[in-house]
Protein backbone atom coordinates (compact mmCIF):
# COMPACT_ATOMS: atom_id res chain seq x y z
CA UNK A 1 0.00 0.00 0.00
CA UNK A 2 1.70 3.21 -0.78
CA UNK A 3 2.04 5.48 2.11
CA UNK A 4 0.34 9.34 2.33
CA UNK A 5 2.48 11.04 0.58
CA UNK A 6 3.22 8.85 -2.03
CA UNK A 7 -0.62 8.78 -2.83
CA UNK A 8 -0.16 12.74 -3.57
CA UNK A 9 2.52 12.09 -6.14
CA UNK A 10 0.33 9.35 -7.20
CA UNK A 11 -2.43 11.58 -7.91
CA UNK A 12 -0.43 14.51 -8.72
CA UNK A 13 1.04 12.45 -11.77
CA UNK A 14 -2.12 10.98 -12.81
CA UNK A 15 -3.87 14.52 -13.12
CA UNK A 16 -1.18 15.37 -15.32
CA UNK A 17 -1.32 12.35 -17.49
CA UNK A 18 -4.96 12.81 -18.37
CA UNK A 19 -3.71 16.65 -18.66
CA UNK A 20 -1.49 15.79 -21.48
CA UNK A 21 -3.96 13.21 -23.04
CA UNK A 22 -6.50 16.52 -23.80
CA UNK A 23 -3.88 18.62 -25.16
CA UNK A 24 -2.23 15.78 -27.21
CA UNK A 25 -6.26 15.03 -28.42
CA UNK A 26 -6.60 18.95 -29.61
CA UNK A 27 -3.31 18.34 -31.15
CA UNK A 28 -4.19 15.14 -32.77
CA UNK A 29 -7.17 15.88 -33.79
CA UNK A 30 -6.42 17.93 -37.21
CA UNK A 31 -4.45 14.40 -38.64
CA UNK A 32 -7.68 12.60 -37.43
CA UNK A 33 -6.10 10.85 -34.33
CA UNK A 34 -7.67 9.86 -31.40
CA UNK A 35 -5.22 9.93 -28.22
CA UNK A 36 -6.53 7.57 -25.29
CA UNK A 37 -4.36 7.08 -21.95
CA UNK A 38 -4.38 3.75 -19.60
CA UNK A 39 -2.77 4.75 -16.55
CA UNK A 40 -1.95 1.23 -14.28
CA UNK A 41 -2.22 2.40 -11.04
CA UNK A 42 -1.42 1.02 -6.95
CA UNK A 43 -2.82 -2.96 -7.66
CA UNK A 44 -2.02 -3.52 -4.35
CA UNK A 45 -6.23 -2.43 -4.04
CA UNK A 46 -7.98 -3.10 -0.32
CA UNK A 47 -11.29 -2.51 -2.56
CA UNK A 48 -10.68 -5.66 -4.53
CA UNK A 49 -9.31 -7.45 -1.94
CA UNK A 50 -6.08 -8.39 -4.24
CA UNK A 51 -3.57 -7.71 -6.12
CA UNK A 52 -4.18 -6.58 -9.81
CA UNK A 53 -3.05 -8.97 -12.69
CA UNK A 54 -0.68 -7.81 -15.50
CA UNK A 55 -3.34 -9.95 -17.46
CA UNK A 56 -6.08 -7.07 -16.66
CA UNK A 57 -3.60 -4.35 -17.84
CA UNK A 58 -3.37 -5.81 -21.08
CA UNK A 59 -6.87 -6.26 -21.72
CA UNK A 60 -7.68 -2.70 -21.65
CA UNK A 61 -4.99 -2.25 -23.91
CA UNK A 62 -5.90 -4.62 -26.59
CA UNK A 63 -9.69 -2.63 -26.39
CA UNK A 64 -8.00 0.79 -26.54
CA UNK A 65 -5.92 -0.38 -29.12
CA UNK A 66 -8.90 -2.46 -30.89
CA UNK A 67 -11.40 -1.46 -33.82
CA UNK A 68 -14.05 -1.07 -30.98
CA UNK A 69 -12.59 1.77 -29.63
CA UNK A 70 -12.19 3.49 -32.73
CA UNK A 71 -14.92 5.94 -31.71
CA UNK A 72 -13.37 6.78 -28.50
CA UNK A 73 -11.21 9.82 -27.90
CA UNK A 74 -9.73 11.23 -25.13
CA UNK A 75 -10.67 8.93 -22.98
CA UNK A 76 -8.02 7.87 -19.73
CA UNK A 77 -8.47 4.37 -18.21
CA UNK A 78 -6.62 4.30 -14.50
CA UNK A 79 -6.51 0.51 -13.63
CA UNK A 80 -6.35 0.62 -9.68
CA UNK A 81 -8.64 -1.70 -8.23
CA UNK A 82 -10.31 1.48 -6.66
CA UNK A 83 -7.47 2.44 -4.82
CA UNK A 84 -8.46 6.31 -5.36
CA UNK A 85 -11.74 5.99 -4.65
CA UNK A 86 -10.64 3.83 -1.16
CA UNK A 87 -8.26 6.48 -0.50
CA UNK A 88 -11.16 9.32 -0.89
CA UNK A 89 -13.38 7.81 1.29
CA UNK A 90 -10.79 7.72 4.04
CA UNK A 91 -9.69 11.15 3.47
CA UNK A 92 -13.81 12.16 3.64
CA UNK A 93 -14.39 9.68 6.66
CA UNK A 94 -11.43 12.01 8.31
CA UNK A 95 -12.59 15.08 7.53
CA UNK A 96 -16.28 14.05 9.22
CA UNK A 97 -14.74 13.22 12.60
CA UNK A 98 -12.81 16.47 12.71
CA UNK A 99 -15.28 18.23 11.72
CA UNK A 100 -18.03 16.52 14.38
CA UNK A 101 -15.37 18.00 17.36
CA UNK A 102 -15.36 21.81 16.25
CA UNK A 103 -17.32 23.82 18.14
CA UNK A 104 -19.08 26.86 16.86
CA UNK A 105 -21.88 29.30 17.99
CA UNK A 106 -24.17 28.44 15.72
CA UNK A 107 -25.92 25.53 14.53
CA UNK A 108 -24.16 23.74 11.66
CA UNK A 109 -27.42 21.39 10.74
Known amino acids: MLLE???WFYIIDLSA??????IANLEAAIHNVGVNTVNPGENDA???KRYGEPE??????????????SYITSS???ID???LRLYNNKCLKI????SRN???PFSLE
Open 81 to 83: GGF
Open 102 to 104: IST
Open 76 to 78: SYT
Open 46 to 48: VTK
Open 56 to 69: EVASVIAFVLSDGS
Open 17 to 22: VMSINK
Open 5 to 7: HQV
Open 95 to 98: KRKR
